[in-house]
């Protein structure tokens, strides 16, 4: 009796389908409707998920910050400040070099985004690169450049760790140079914006492991070579 009525429901919902010129057999409806709550599982957990990587990268930061130069912050200190569990570290980074990739990557995007709020204040191609050039070599002050270096510190060795900064920062950065070089009448705007993010960077890695600020004239002369970069109207040997 209990098997006659459910082929029936069956049969009917079958031909709901066909009607609709879908045919879906009972199996296919199951396997949508599991499909559908563990996309909906997914979701909740990938919200979650996103919260845990903010806490580890805000603690990781906070951690490195505070042991400077002096002493690596182990993995357990770091999921200690985020309030989390070494499982969830690993859930998300294979070691720690690899957050303090991402701590690097993700400061690079806040970098870009204050030196892109910097540039909208001026109204010329020249003001723009200026900016640039100043926000950049900013990071060299005191304060920034003690969380910086304590960052780049724990990148494997002090070399790797700098080798890893400029490989994150050069491409964001250099990108917020493309229009005012191409203002400026640059033939290849793209690479002579990329050549002048590094000659920046690489001055602003100077100032860094030298533990000192530029000085204003240092700062005019690179927004100056900047300049005359943004304007070669031709690549040298061609």
């Not at 960052?151 to 060795?157: A, E, K």
């Not at 191409?182 to 000659?199: E, F, I, R």
Request: charged share 20%.
């Amino acid at each position: 009796m209990y098997a006659r009525a459910q082929n029936s429901i069956l049969s009917m919902a079958n031909t709901i389908s066909e009607s609709t010129n879908t045919v879906l057999r009972p199996q296919d409806e199951a396997d949508d409707i599991a499909g559908r709550i563990a996309r909906r599982t997914l979701a909740r957990r990938g919200a979650g998920y996103t919260g845990e990587v903010r806490r580890l990268l805000d603690a990781g930061l906070a951690a490195m910050r505070r042991c400077g130069t002096q002493s690596r912050p182990r993995v357990s200190d770091i999921v200690a400040t985020a309030g989390l569990s070494n499982d969830a570290f690993y859930r998300h980074f294979p070691s720690k070099d690899a957050l303090v990739a991402a701590i690097l990557e993700d400061g690079g995007v806040r970098l870009r985004g204050y030196l892109s709020h910097q540039m909208d204040k001026e109204t010329t191609a020249e003001g723009k690169v200026k900016r640039w050039v100043g926000g950049v070599m900013s990071q060299a002050e005191p304060e920034i450049a003690a969380t910086t270096l304590a960052v780049l510190w724990n990148g494997g060795s002090a070399g790797q760790g700098l080798a890893v900064g400029r490989h994150f920062a050069s491409a964001p950065l250099a990108a917020l140079l493309e229009e005012p070089f191409a203002t400026l009448g640059s033939d290849d705007p793209a690479l002579h914006a990329s050549l002048a993010a590094h000659a920046t960077l690489g001055r602003l890695s100077d100032c860094l492991w030298q533990h000192r600020s530029p000085t204003s004239a240092e700062v005019e002369g690179i927004a100056d070579f900047c300049l005359r970069a943004g304007s070669i109207g031709g690549v040298v040997g061609s």
